[in-house]
């Protein structure tokens, strides 16, 4: 048996994201979110799921803090809806701030530190042509500022976004995710306005926010591999992906300026045009910390001659592709074992990928680094008082933050790790048919149970260390 102790001070955290969890979703003036609207269109969601209800956050907020309380976790990772912020894009909603609010203190009052994602995908309906109007990215940093000077005092940590990728390339290209567009260009489109708004989120959120607060974005990486190491074409696939998935949103963050080769690779799709002067600039604020979000990488194969577009078929409805320019790569199975969403299980990518980005990105940049989403949907099989003995959670948990430790232990500066999830949510296009959460939620009496995962995540923050 081998102890990995992590660094003193090391966090230990679950995160979720408002609209998987809060439900309430007329209440106290909220208003439509464009995933609200995007569940009410057929075939979206399956079994035509949406988040009226999801986890009734919105009402057991102190409930739900008590039980990351008894789990002994000393951080958390939550999202603030917008439009309970600002319902349909015009004033200022004091009730939905105040939601906000009141979590922060309970969190501070229960020993946790909170950490903010300001956008987690629930953009506001009315908001006029959403992520393709270069508007909506001036109207998120005034958003920002808002919930800044309302929380600033109490809540050190500020994320601008959560996964642009998704919510760009997944959404407007791919169709799987809310407003389920299939245009490559759009996507292109959405991605440059998204980390517009993250840089002009960054300034309101300077501007505001008090000494000793810190700022950064979370983003989610697919660790891509050649199918065949020794293909040339395999190669490019790879660097390909790589572009759009990891490079078209760190680059710009992080080293303040879009990859050249991405851009090339982009060009028929108009990124040039909607990249106005100054823009990479205002990108490439300086930020404190990267959010790393990591499940699984990636295997690619394909040549540009094979022509037809892979259609993603994540939940076997939608047809689009969200490899904008690249959509001949095809994704291969490496054999791997998989979770329930069909994702292979590479725990060796995280100290990977940890590793290149503390290199090229963010140690020569004194940026910090965490986990802020690694976790696993399994087909939970409760037992009679609602218990789940998921232990194949457990050794998935356990395998990543093994991999983490490993990371640390060759130098990356990582200093925190969100479990994801705190509950099962609302897992976006899947409804709730996919189950990520270390607490069990009863559907039906919303009850919350906690699962071994959760024995075992409290075990891992009291020794801030893991056995293997
Ligand atoms: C990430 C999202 C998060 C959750 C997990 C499973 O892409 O940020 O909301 O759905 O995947």
Redo the contacts with the bound molecule.
């Keep these: 048996m081998t102890l990995h102790q992590f660094p003193e001070g090391f966090l230990w955290g679950s995160a979720t994201?408002s609209f998987?969890i809060e439900g309430a979703a007329t209440e106290d003036g909220r208003s439509d979110s464009i995933w609200d609207v995007f569940c009410r269109q057929p075939g979206t969601i399956v079994n035509g799921d949406d988040g009226t209800i999801a986890c009734d956050h919105y009402h057991r907020m102190p409930e739900d803090v008590t039980l990351m309380r008894e789990l002994g976790l000393n951080t958390y990772r939550f999202s603030i809806a917008w439009p309970r912020v600002r319902p349909d894009d015009k004033e200022f909603n004091p009730k939905g701030i105040d939601f906000y609010s009141r979590l922060v203190d309970e969190l501070l009052a229960a020993g946790i530190r909170p950490w903010a994602t300001l956008y987690?995908w629930d953009l506001p309906a009315a908001i006029d042509g959403g992520w393709l109007n270069r508007d909506t990215a001036y109207r998120f940093a005034e958003y920002a500022a808002k919930v800044a000077e309302a929380l600033g005092d109490r809540c050190k940590d500020w994320t601008t976004l959560?996964?642009p990728w998704?919510s760009s390339f997944l959404s407007y290209a791919g169709g799987e995710h809310a407003p389920g567009h299939t245009d490559a260009a759009e996507g292109v489109r959405a991605g440059h306005h998204l980390l517009l708004a993250h840089g002009l989120g960054c300034q309101a959120l300077r501007a505001t926010l008090p000494a000793g607060t810190r700022v950064g974005i979370t983003l989610?990486f697919n660790l891509v591999d050649p199918a065949d190491p020794e293909s040339v074409s395999d190669r490019e696939a790879a660097r390909r992906i790589d572009g759009v998935a990891n490079r078209f949103f760190l680059d710009p963050v992080v080293l303040g300026t879009y990859p050249k080769d991405v851009v090339a690779d982009l060009e028929h799709l108009g990124l040039s045009e909607v990249v106005a002067d100054g823009d990479e600039k205002i990108i490439g604020q300086p930020i404190d910390f990267l959010g790393v979000?990591y499940?699984h990488g990636s295997a690619v194969t394909g040549t540009p001659q094979d022509g037809t577009a892979q259609q993603t078929e994540a939940n076997g409805r939608r047809a689009g592709n969200p490899n904008v320019g690249s959509e001949w790569v095809q994704f291969v199975s490496r054999g791997l074992p998989t979770t329930a969403m069909g994702w292979e299980i590479q725990p060796e990518g995280l100290t990977r990928l940890l590793e290149r980005l503390h290199r090229d990105y963010t140690g020569p940049a004194g940026i910090a680094l965490y986990v802020t989403?690694n976790g696993c949907a399994m087909d939970d099989v409760p037992n009679a008082s609602g218990f789940v003995d998921d232990q194949g959670r457990v050794a998935y948990l356990r395998d990543h933050f093994i991999a983490a430790h490993e990371a640390v232990a060759r130098g990356v500066d990582l200093r925190g790790y969100f479990v994801?999830s705190l509950l099962d949510n609302f897992?976006?296009a899947w409804g709730y048919a996919k189950r990520?959460g270390i607490v069990r939620v009863d559907y039906d009496t919303l009850e919350r149970t906690p699962k071994a995962s959760a024995a075992f995540v409290k075990e891992v923050a009291a020794a801030n260390a893991v056995e293997a």
Excluded: K
């Design positions: 994201a998987q987690h959560n996964e998704c989610n979000n499940y989403e994801w897992e976006w990520f």
